[in-house]
């Protein structure tokens, strides 16, 4: 991984629209070139500093994209600034539209993708996929009418599909996501008796 420098990272904010941040500063700029980047600051610095969550972000888009599942294109690694272990990429954005803007702004069309929504998130629970970040603001519908995911560092893979109680503790994220936003009249029975349908459906 190579080290940004102080003027290129000053490059990228001044140029750049910062899409996301927090009380520590930037987390996702979308670059002049079109491109993006995502910044890591890391809680367990100890760890990073061997496995920066950067690289960890790019090995899980290529385990996913290996599986079949769309992702962003990771262009690059790169150190912000090592002595307080920031990492970033810096990715082509995979295109189509997050499911919670689909749901609120298109909502017929996101009921019309319900059935297909339980089917994907049961493919990735037979996939031995269990994504805690599970929600619709992680999810994109692309233009081909696939999902793909967008923000799955803390994805973790399993040997087989989930065992039931995984997949309960992962809808339970997905429900606790859509209680802190808030979110009125989403289809939670319909989600569930569809994935239930899907499960229950002869391999």
Known sequence: MRIVSANELQNWLQNGEVLEQDSHGPKVVHLADG????IFRSRRPLLARWLPEAVRFQRNAERL????????????????????????C??????????????HQQRPLFDAQLPALAAYIHSLHQKGIYFRSLHLGNIL???????????????????????????????????????????????????????????????
């Not at 491109?35 to 995502?38: A, D, E, Q, V």
């Not at 600034?81 to 970033?88: E, L, M, T």
Request: positive net charge.
């Open 90 to 103: 810096r990715y082509q954005p995979l295109a189509g539209t997050p499911l919670d803007k689909l749901f």
């Open 141 to 203: 519908l692309t233009a081909e009418r696939q999902f793909g995911l967008i923000d799955f560092l803390d994805i973790r893979f399993k040997r087989g599909p989930l065992r039931r109680a995984m997949v309960r503790r992962n809808f339970a994220h997905l429900q606790n996501y859509l209680q802190r936003r808030k979110v009125q009249n989403f289809p939670w029975d319909e989600l569930l008796a569809a994935y239930r349908v899907v499960s229950s459906s002869p391999a």
């Open 65 to 88: 994209q290996q599986l079949g599942i769309p992702t962003p294109q990771i262009e690059e690694c790169a150190w912000l600034n090592r002595d307080q272990v920031i990492s970033a």
């Open 35 to 38: 491109s993006f980047l995502k």
